[in-house]
């Protein structure tokens, strides 16, 4: 069986419109979507001792996600207020809680467990990244991130190199993964949302159309579409078959509300009713 670890990010994100918040973040959301697809699934973070934390620790154990090493301390659960227009996220505003954590021996033992672990650039974990790559295979996600010096940095230690390349293209997409090829990275994954996704290896190069759906919300669609890659990747699946594969998956997390589901009522412990409308100012400067 496949065994993935995820480490780093969480968050609770808030859907001003429908009054809800939703287990979210990179981290998380590809521990959960690995436990969908079949793997063995554990997620390494930290939460608060609040609401939106025991939705945390609820929703991880309901998609069967090893939880043996997350931490509960004092102090808010990270958040992000998300605001929509049509049905593409965007982001208001956002605490990051106790989220930022510094793993310890323990973890880093744990990680030898997995065949890989997957780390987001928004975890404040890039100082841990060579250490982590001597546990496990290294999978991480730059996101928009683009500058050059931190892609070599991190670039070298990775197995999966996932960016996300809205916005990006053909040309742009491939020399984005030329350079990480060339600093070590085995695999470069460029998601471009309705433009399809670009796979690339030392040796192969492929592109996949998007699914053209109706989308509900697109959170969490790049996400998946990593999740589903590496796990694919670590099955040793054909990479036409895993990309095809990813982009169903990704177009299906677009037909429901949150990245991974599992709605509750926004905590307003956490976040005041300042903060909210805030927010709401931005969201109707932003349509």
Request: charged share 20%; net charge negative; glycine share 10%.
């Amino acid at each position: 069986m496949v065994k993935i670890a995820a480490m780093g990010d969480n968050v609770v994100d808030c859907y001003l419109a429908r009054g809800e918040m939703y287990p979210g973040g990179n981290c998380l959301n590809v521990s959960v979507y690995v436990s969908r697809f079949g793997g063995q699934s554990a997620y390494v973070g930290a939460i608060g001792r609040d609401r939106a934390g025991d939705l945390i620790q609820a929703a991880l154990s309901s998609e069967r996600v090893d939880i043996s090493q997350l931490r509960r301390l004092d102090g808010p659960t990270a958040y992000c207020v998300v605001g929509h227009r049509d049905a593409d996220r965007i982001f208001l505003t956002f605490d990051l809680g106790v989220s930022m954590f510094t793993p310890n021996r323990q973890d880093l033992d744990f990680l030898s467990g997995f065949q890989a672990a997957h780390i987001g650039q928004s975890s404040g974990l890039d100082a841990w990244v060579p250490k982590i790559s001597t546990k496990s295979l290294v999978s991480y996600d730059f996101s928009t991130r683009r500058d050059p010096e931190h892609r070599y940095s991190i670039g070298r230690h990775c197995y999966l190199a996932s960016v996300s390349g809205d916005g990006l293209d053909d040309e742009q997409s491939d020399a984005i993964a030329s350079e990480l090829l060339a600093c070590g990275s085995k695999w470069v994954l460029v998601t471009r949302g309705r433009a399809g996704a670009l796979l690339r290896s030392h040796s192969f190069s492929y592109r996949t159309p998007a699914r053209l759906v109706e989308p509900i919300d697109t959170l969490g669609a790049g996400d998946t579409f990593i999740a589903r890659t590496l796990f694919g990747l670590l099955r040793r699946e054909a990479p036409e078959d895993i990309l095809g594969q990813a982009a169903e998956a990704a177009a299906a997390t677009c037909q429901y509300f949150g990245a991974v589901g599992h709605a509750a009522v926004i905590d307003l412990g956490a976040i005041t009713s300042e903060i909210l409308l805030r927010a709401r100012r931005l969201q109707d400067e932003t349509v």
